[in-house]
């Protein structure tokens, strides 16, 4: 009771303030601030972003409530080609929210958000629908959706810029009555550039790392030596000793220090069309005797460790059912031969070119379920690159010449791998 005669005094303070003593400029901001008020002593719970990547055969997309919510959704089939997901969020507001700018000419085809009895429905509308997760995150909570269609078979994305090349085509083609020689000579002298700038593009290898943590998220922390910095600079050295390799391309998921949501990370090495995937990272133990590198792939494991090690990643607390509950779609299947030949083959490289190191590697073959791997439609390995809690390895990976050394060791792997 007494809450309630302060707000409404709070509320007619407001009221009467903004009336008398403020600028049409300032009501706006006051007016959200009154409404936030309102709400809140509603206990009603509202919708604060939609975050979407779409792809060519796949699309995520990360919901974000005002706090936690109950949600529910399902997949309806619409057609032969086409699915509709919808996902109810109860007892959520969504007054005022604008759906964000998204190009539907992939696998997503539309977005809807429309208003129920119980609460707010929104409809994803994409192409046919083979498999998808949904998972409940936290800080910030947030619902993450991945929807995954058939991959394009990589010999008919190989033909299509074929068709680009022999535009010029037409022009020769109407002299084929008079010249009919010369026109075919022509064209075929107009193909031989494209051909070789076709065999350039394909050669290429796009290794997309991502520095892990970042920004507000500074990750293990030993004494003033952060996580998300060691693995920054490493991730800068692998870009920098990449342009000594010609067939290998390094793009990095963050180029300066900010936060990134892990969903955010597969999407963003997806839409950089990558061919391999790193996540990296440092580790941590109270124990500080441990040490070692460790390489892991994507994978459903009941590994004690790597359960316990995947929690922390996925910033889980132990009563969070995640590791259970996420249903890996059966495409990712398709990359775990890929990743652990990536894995074998930077992992034996480590153990060869870290020996004067006295570097430990603790495994390269290990299965886990880090969400950050999850949704990446290319081989993908998270790779803790020591124990910042252990001395030795503290002090090695302060020192540019032992980074250095790292980065050459996993191009050089990358580089000899005959991976597709």
């Given at each position: 009771m007494k809450f309630r005669v302060f707000f409404l005094l709070l509320f007619f303070f407001f009221t009467v303030f903004a009336q008398s003593s403020l600028s049409d400029s300032d009501t706006d901001p006051l007016g959200q601030l009154i409404s936030d008020l309102v709400n809140a002593s509603k206990g009603e719970k509202k919708l604060n972003d939609i975050k979407v990547w779409p792809g060519e055969s796949s699309v995520r997309v990360?919901?974000?409530?005002?706090?936690?919510?109950?949600?529910?959704?399902?997949?309806?089939?619409?057609?032969?080609?086409?699915?509709?997901?919808?996902?109810?969020?109860?007892?959520?507001?969504?007054?005022?929210?604008?759906?964000?700018?998204?190009?539907?000419?992939?696998?997503?085809?539309?977005?809807?958000?429309?208003?129920?009895?119980?609460?707010?429905?929104?409809?994803?509308?994409?192409?046919?629908?083979?498999?998808?997760?949904?998972?409940?995150?936290?800080?910030?909570?947030?619902?993450v959706i991945d929807y995954y269609g058939e991959k394009i078979p990589e010999k008919v994305a190989e033909k299509a810029p074929e068709k680009t090349s022999e535009k010029p085509a037409p022009k020769a083609e109407t002299k084929v009555q008079t010249e009919p020689k010369k026109a075919e000579a022509q064209k075929k002298t107009s193909e031989k550039p494209a051909a070789k700038a076709e065999t350039k593009t394909k050669k290429k290898k796009i290794v997309v790392i991502d520095p892990g943590h970042g920004g507000k998220d500074p990750g293990a922390i030993s004494g003033k030596l952060y996580e998300k910095d060691v693995v920054f600079r490493l991730a800068k050295k692998i870009e920098k000793l990449s342009k000594n390799y010609d067939g290998i391309e390094v793009k990095l998921t963050r180029s300066k220090d900010i936060f990134l949501p892990l969903e955010e990370r597969a999407a963003i090495a997806n839409a950089m069309n990558g061919d391999l995937f790193i996540s990296l990272h440092a580790n941590a133990f109270k124990d500080r005797n441990v040490g070692g590198m460790e390489i892991y792939h994507l994978d459903n494991t009941r590994d004690d460790y790597a359960s316990k090690l995947a929690r922390v990643e996925n910033k889980i607390s132990e009563n969070v059912t995640l590791l259970d509950t996420i249903l890996v779609d059966m495409t990712m299947s398709y990359y775990v031969g890929d990743s652990l030949e990536y894995a074998a083959g930077i992992g034996k490289g480590l153990k060869k070119d870290l020996k004067k190191y006295n570097s430990k590697i603790r495994g390269y073959n290990k299965g886990a379920l880090f969400y950050v791997l999850v949704g990446a439609r290319m081989p993908s390995l998270l790779f803790e690159i020591g124990y910042i809690t252990n001395k030795s390895e503290r002090e090695l990976l302060q020192k540019d010449e032992y980074l250095e050394a790292i980065a050459k060791s996993l191009l050089d792997a990358i580089s000899k791998l005959k991976v597709k």
């Amino acid at each position: 009771m007494k809450f309630r005669v302060f707000f409404l005094l709070l509320f007619f303070f407001f009221t009467v303030f903004a009336q008398s003593s403020l600028s049409d400029s300032d009501t706006d901001p006051l007016g959200q601030l009154i409404s936030d008020l309102v709400n809140a002593s509603k206990g009603e719970k509202k919708l604060n972003d939609i975050k979407v990547w779409p792809g060519e055969s796949s699309v995520r997309v990360a919901i974000y409530p005002s706090e936690k919510v109950t949600f529910k959704y399902n997949l309806l089939n619409d057609s032969a080609t086409t699915n509709r997901i919808y996902i109810d969020l109860i007892g959520v507001d969504a007054s005022g929210f604008v759906l964000p700018d998204v190009k539907y000419d992939s696998f997503l085809k539309k977005i809807r958000l429309g208003k129920r009895d119980n609460g707010i429905r929104i409809v994803i509308e994409t192409g046919k629908v083979e498999s998808y997760n949904v998972v409940e995150m936290e800080e910030p909570c947030r619902i993450v959706i991945d929807y995954y269609g058939e991959k394009i078979p990589e010999k008919v994305a190989e033909k299509a810029p074929e068709k680009t090349s022999e535009k010029p085509a037409p022009k020769a083609e109407t002299k084929v009555q008079t010249e009919p020689k010369k026109a075919e000579a022509q064209k075929k002298t107009s193909e031989k550039p494209a051909a070789k700038a076709e065999t350039k593009t394909k050669k290429k290898k796009i290794v997309v790392i991502d520095p892990g943590h970042g920004g507000k998220d500074p990750g293990a922390i030993s004494g003033k030596l952060y996580e998300k910095d060691v693995v920054f600079r490493l991730a800068k050295k692998i870009e920098k000793l990449s342009k000594n390799y010609d067939g290998i391309e390094v793009k990095l998921t963050r180029s300066k220090d900010i936060f990134l949501p892990l969903e955010e990370r597969a999407a963003i090495a997806n839409a950089m069309n990558g061919d391999l995937f790193i996540s990296l990272h440092a580790n941590a133990f109270k124990d500080r005797n441990v040490g070692g590198m460790e390489i892991y792939h994507l994978d459903n494991t009941r590994d004690d460790y790597a359960s316990k090690l995947a929690r922390v990643e996925n910033k889980i607390s132990e009563n969070v059912t995640l590791l259970d509950t996420i249903l890996v779609d059966m495409t990712m299947s398709y990359y775990v031969g890929d990743s652990l030949e990536y894995a074998a083959g930077i992992g034996k490289g480590l153990k060869k070119d870290l020996k004067k190191y006295n570097s430990k590697i603790r495994g390269y073959n290990k299965g886990a379920l880090f969400y950050v791997l999850v949704g990446a439609r290319m081989p993908s390995l998270l790779f803790e690159i020591g124990y910042i809690t252990n001395k030795s390895e503290r002090e090695l990976l302060q020192k540019d010449e032992y980074l250095e050394a790292i980065a050459k060791s996993l191009l050089d792997a990358i580089s000899k791998l005959k991976v597709k």
